[in-house]
């Protein structure tokens, strides 16, 4: 069955420095995976999505993740941290045909200027 | 468009009581979510829908129903609530793609903050 695994719970970083957030998946397929993010009380957003076209896919914001299938690995990155990146960050894989999503327990991403 | 809507935003319940949320979404999407959202462990689907009249069970059901009897909106109601109710509901939406699978991006709304006391 597919499922996410995220590494951190809470990753914190410096206003300039690069963020890594680190997402494994199970599948027992070529997975879909999705990076969604989360600022405090709002809704969710779609980062970035990987669909078995390119491993390396960029989303919003300056966000880019890289799929490896040797690793089972999509992680999260960003070259420079901007104050208004804190949020919370769910890594994501389909399960069934009916776009049924499987979240990650997610990363808190906090950011020092 | 005003995308996938939520009521009510919070909502107190007392033990025993009942409640519906409404979901609505004017994006014309098939497919439909419940998910509720608890500290440390992301979103979990409840229930979802793939189209008007029809619903199936997800990761979490119990304790709670469902309805689709129109395309744009579901329904998620509590019979009778209990303090483990107690969370954040998020409705999504999305198409459902030609072939399965690479369209799956979901549309959020902001959600609602239930809490049973």
């Given at each position: ?97 009916q776009?049924n ?13 | ?44 689907l409840?229930h979802y829908s793939v189209?008007?009249?029809t619903t199936a069970k997800g990761?979490?059901p119990?304790?709670?129903?469902v ?51």
């Amino acid at each position: 069955a597919q499922s996410v695994t995220q590494l951190d719970s809470h990753v914190s970083v410096s206003e300039g420095t690069p963020v890594l957030l680190r997402c494994n998946y199970s599948s027992s397929y070529s997975p879909s995976l999705f990076w969604y993010v989360q600022h405090p009380n709002k809704g969710l957003q779609l980062l970035l999505k990987y669909t078995s076209a390119a491993t390396l896919v960029k989303g919003i914001n300056g966000f880019e993740a890289e799929f490896k299938k040797s690793e089972t690995s999509f992680h999260l990155t960003k070259p420079s941290a901007h104050m208004s990146d804190a949020a919370e960050y769910f890594c994501v894989v389909i399960r069934g045909s009916q776009g049924n999503l499987i979240f990650g327990k997610g990363t808190k991403l906090s950011v020092k200027p | 468009n005003a995308g996938v809507t939520q009521t009510p935003k919070f909502r107190v319940l007392k033990t025993g009581q009942s409640m519906t949320l409404l979901c609505a979404q004017d994006m014309n999407h098939e497919y439909m979510y419940w998910y509720r959202q608890d500290p440390g462990m992301g979103l979990r689907l409840i229930h979802y829908s793939v189209g008007e009249g029809t619903t199936a069970k997800g990761e979490v059901p119990d304790g709670y129903n469902v309805s689709r009897l129109k395309k744009q909106n579901f329904l998620l109601g509590l019979e009778s609530a209990a303090p483990s109710q107690t969370s954040v509901y998020f409705c999504a939406s999305t198409n459902a793609a030609e072939g399965g699978g690479s369209s799956y991006e979901q549309y959020f709304g902001p959600g609602t903050r239930l809490t049973v006391t």
